[in-house]
């Protein structure tokens, strides 16, 4: 069974500050999402990673694929208030092309 | 263009009794997923078509879920008879192709709480 162990698994921090958010397994993933959920709504898709070494950035959001597609980081730099909410990675799995599992998510509050 | 669209928002029913979710997807999306939220958790697959036929419903539990996609567009969530452990959000999502680099799009999801 594969799974997605994301870490911490709550973080709160004031406005500015810069935080890191981990996503592991011992499995090899065909692809990661980041997602972003907010109270009372589904996850919205960030960003998607398909490559090893891939990073991409989306304004003050910067995302990292594993060298080895086991693992990934999602980086934010100087935390707004609007960056509040769950944030969940998920893995696409090799043994099916659309199935994607998720970890159970890292909630995160930036505080004014 | 559209989202996701799931309903009711808000459910509560006893244990023992039965409930139905509707989802309609974005238009033209091929695939379409039923994910189980508890609280405090990541979403979980319960089960997955592709047009409509089912494609993985592995953790579906069959004695008392079932689900359906007529004409391949949308779908519908059955729970008979419900437990006190099905308390969740239950969240539809669909993606253009059946492909798992594309993303998915999530409804709003439906709030079950059974007592």
């Known amino acids: 069974t594969q799974l997605l162990e994301q870490s911490p698994q709550f973080l709160s921090i004031q406005e500015g500050e810069n935080l890191t958010v981990y996503c592991n397994s011992s499995?090899?993933?065909?692809?990661l999402q980041w997602y972003r959920q907010e109270p009372g709504e589904g996850p919205v898709l960030l960003v998607t990673?398909?490559?090893?070494?891939e990073v991409k950035k989306l304004k003050r959001l910067t995302f990292q694929f594993g060298d080895a597609r086991k693992d990934s980081s999602l980086h934010i730099t100087a935390a707004q208030p609007g960056d509040t909410g769950l944030y969940l990675c998920?893995?696409?799995?090799?043994?099916?092309?659309?199935?994607?599992?998720f970890g159970s998510g890292t909630r995160l509050s930036i505080r004014p | 263009e559209a989202g996701v669209a799931q309903s009711p928002r808000y459910k509560i029913i006893e244990k023992r009794q039965s409930v139905a979710f509707w989802c309609n997807p974005i238009s033209g999306h091929a695939t379409l997923y039923w994910y189980q939220q508890i609280l405090g958790q990541g979403p979980k697959l319960l089960i997955q078509?592709?047009?409509?036929?089912?494609?993985?419903d592995s953790q579906l539990p069959k004695d008392r879920f079932s689900a359906e996609r007529l004409k391949g567009v949308d779908s519908t969530l059955k729970i008979q008879p419900a437990k006190l452990e099905d308390s969740a959000v239950y969240l539809c999502?669909?993606?253009?192709?059946?492909?798992?680099?594309?993303?998915?799009?999530f409804g709003s999801g439906t709030r079950l709480t059974v007592v």
């Open positions: 078509f592709q047009n409509n036929g089912v494609v993985d």
């Open positions: 999502a669909s993606s253009p192709r059946d492909s798992a680099n594309y993303g998915y799009t």
């Open positions: 499995s090899v993933f065909s692809s």
């Open positions: 998920a893995g696409g799995v090799y043994s099916s092309a659309s199935k994607i599992i």
């Open positions: 990673v398909v490559t090893g070494g």
